[in-house]
């Protein structure tokens, strides 16, 4: 699965600041037609979209477009024009329910495309139907979204998320039981370097994968954060090569540096390893 530490917001009305965008070489750069486009101007957006994804070389970064709401009248249009030019993918804002998700993977799979699809959580009703949405075909990551969360459900924010604890480890949770990358809420007070790296340590510790990004400047710092150490990488490596030596003896617990090893530590070091190799660093 591609690498998905930072998905960059860039308004869908804008090439100039797609082309921003492109030059920072996110992970994931997410075309927008939903918050960062007026009303007025949603059909301009998708033209610009459309002939950015026709003209610019993307490098590295994945193309990715996000729709309005499938509850909105504009999600239709927003398909029809953007599919024929072949995105890399589709960020499906407020998903509800599975029915949303698999409609978007019907009009896809109609315009001839095979891309993934990624589903923001962001409503008290998302969070309520999380199971069968990420169980819905086609998806490749589930994205958390706070700021609309609190908007829908009256809390009110706080700096450490806390308002939101429940549905930030309840996405990631659904996330990996259903095999999916979990993708954390943007960081909004984009100046704040030290706030935005503390919060991805926090969503890496919870077991996000990624972030959403809102400003080029976010980007060095979170492709950091979701990205292994060498001396993690390191560590894991070592353990995966002292189990594989236990397992051939025939053993099963045993101890690595004074502490007891058995199987969910290596899974979670496999998992570093998996981020590494995903990262290009293996």
């Known amino acids: 699965m591609r690498p998905r530490r930072a998905l960059l917001f860039m308004p869908g009305d804008d090439r100039r600041k797609i082309e921003k965008g492109i030059s920072i070489s996110p992970d994931s750069i997410i075309m927008d037609l939903e918050d960062g486009v007026a009303f007025s101007r949603k059909a301009e957006a998708r033209m610009v979209i459309a002939e950015a994804l026709a003209e610019l070389d993307f490098g590295r970064s994945e193309r990715l477009v996000r729709i309005n709401a499938v509850s909105t009248p504009f999600a239709q249009a927003d398909l029809a024009a953007v599919l024929p030019a072949r995105p890399d993918g589709i960020v499906i804002p407020k998903a509800e329910s599975s029915e949303q998700v698999a409609s978007v993977a019907a009009q896809v799979k109609a315009a001839g495309l095979d891309i993934p699809l990624i589903a923001i959580i962001e409503s008290a009703r998302g969070v309520v139907h999380l199971r069968e949405i990420a169980a819905a075909s086609g998806l490749a990551a589930l994205c958390f979204g706070a700021e609309d969360l ?66 080029p400047r976010q ?54 390893l998996e981020r590494a190799r995903s990262a290009g660093l293996l």
């Open 150 to 215: 609190a908007g829908d459900t009256g809390a009110i924010r706080q700096p450490d998320l806390s308002e939101s604890a429940y549905a930030r480890g309840a996405v990631v949770i659904h996330a990996r039981a259903f095999g999916l990358q979990a993708i954390d809420t943007p960081f909004v007070a984009f100046t704040d370097e030290d706030g935005l790296t503390a919060e991805a340590r926090s969503a890496r510790i919870l077991g996000y994968t990624g972030k959403l990004a809102i400003h």
């Open 219 to 272: 980007i060095a710092i979170l492709h950091g954060a979701f990205t292994p150490e060498p001396d993690e990488i390191g560590r894991a490596q070592a353990l995966i090569a002292a189990f594989e030596m236990q397992a051939d003896a025939g053993t099963g617990a045993f101890q690595v540096d004074g502490r007891m090893v058995d199987m969910p530590m290596i899974r979670a070091a496999q998992a570093v």
